[in-house]
């Protein structure tokens, strides 16, 4: 599941709306919509999140971390490491090799690391 789809279930369930009901009102398949929640097709377009913002109501800043959700709730992503570092390379490998088995706990370390990084 990615944070997007994490995100629209935690909404439908909170407000009550079943998925069918949801994806007839925006005007898409239930299956679609159903593959979006569970990571199983990619980002969704920028209107459709506009789409779903407006269907739950929703302005500002939840809004816009939706919008931020959908941005990066690629379940398929590449990592292009050419022109780094081998050390980068190693670490995308050991990354892709290994995400499956990680436990919350040190997911949330190695986002830590990575956001202290960024500022």
């Excluded at 909404?11 to 007839?24: C, N, P, Q, S, Y």
């Excluded at 919509?33 to 980002?43: D, M, T, V, W």
């Amino acid at each position: 599941m990615t944070p997007f789809g994490a995100k629209i279930r935690a909404l439908r369930a909170a407000r009550g709306v079943t998925l069918k009901d949801m994806a007839e009102d925006l005007g898409i398949s239930s299956a679609y919509l159903s593959a979006l929640e569970h990571g199983r097709r990619g980002q969704p377009s920028r209107q459709l999140v506009r789409q779903i913002c407006a269907y739950f109501r929703i302005f500002w800043d939840e809004a816009e971390e939706l919008e931020q959700l959908a941005r990066i709730s690629h379940p398929r992503v590449v990592v292009d490491t050419a022109g780094l570092s081998p050390r980068a390379t190693l670490l995308a490998n050991e990354l892709a090799d290994r995400i499956a088995g990680l436990d919350d706990a040190v997911i949330d370390r190695l986002l830590r690391i990575l956001k202290e990084n960024r500022e």
